[in-house]
């Protein structure tokens, strides 16, 4: 489902996202439909924009998020601030993209988030990198809590990657890397993969990743 204060901006992601054979979008509407069209409609994902006149975004998702059988929410936004960023996932949201984001990134995010795995566009974990402190970020002092498996695969799910392509990437069963992600997800205090892929951004664990 897509949440838009603007018609056009719903016709045209309704449009990209429903040439993709896997993908259904089974209803459109502004902010203040949204609760009960989220009820009519049950969809698995909800693409939600973060600031409309009418019905701030966050309120949204923070009620979309208490409804039984909640769906993933992803904010879609033309901004891209650590403010919003933050209030967002303390709320339980499952990505961040932006409005421009491309027609194919734009497809493989909504299935990363219908998974359960999360998204975060690609100027946003650049925005995270310019704006992070090094040693002194408390995002650092979590990751140091992780064995050096577990930080492995917080790396991993800083990428982006499911758990099958995790256990592909290290060699490990699907039960064994669901283990690891509960560990990591328990050690760092987060609640999601989104969460915990923000704290590996920000602890600089994906560039340690790369060398």
Do not use: W
């Amino acid at each position: 489902m897509i949440v838009d204060d603007e018609a056009l901006i719903r016709s045209g992601l309704a449009m990209i996202l429903g040439s993709a054979p896997d993908i259904d979008v089974v209803g459109t509407c502004s902010g203040v439909e949204a609760v009960a069209e989220v009820r009519r409609h049950q969809p698995d994902v909800v693409l939600l924009d973060i600031r409309m006149p009418d019905v701030d975004g966050l309120t949204l998702l923070r009620r979309i998020r208490e409804l039984p059988a909640a769906p993933y929410v992803a904010m879609l936004t033309t901004f891209d601030t650590d403010e919003y960023l933050d209030q967002a996932l303390r709320l339980g949201a499952s990505g961040f993209l932006l409005k421009d984001t491309e027609p194919d990134v734009l497809a493989r995010s909504v299935r990363a988030v219908a998974t359960g795995a999360g998204c975060l566009s690609t100027p946003v974990l650049r925005r995270l990198g310019q704006n992070r402190r090094q040693a002194d970020h408390p995002a650092a002092a979590a990751v140091d809590t992780l064995t050096e498996r577990e930080r492995q695969v917080l790396a991993f799910l800083g990428r982006g990657l499911s758990n099958v392509e995790i256990g592909a990437r290290m060699h490990l069963g699907a039960a064994t890397v669901k283990d690891y992600v509960s560990a990591v997800l328990t050690k760092l205090g987060v609640t999601n993969r989104i969460q915990a892929a923000v704290l590996a951004e920000r602890a600089g664990l994906l560039e340690e990743s790369e060398l």
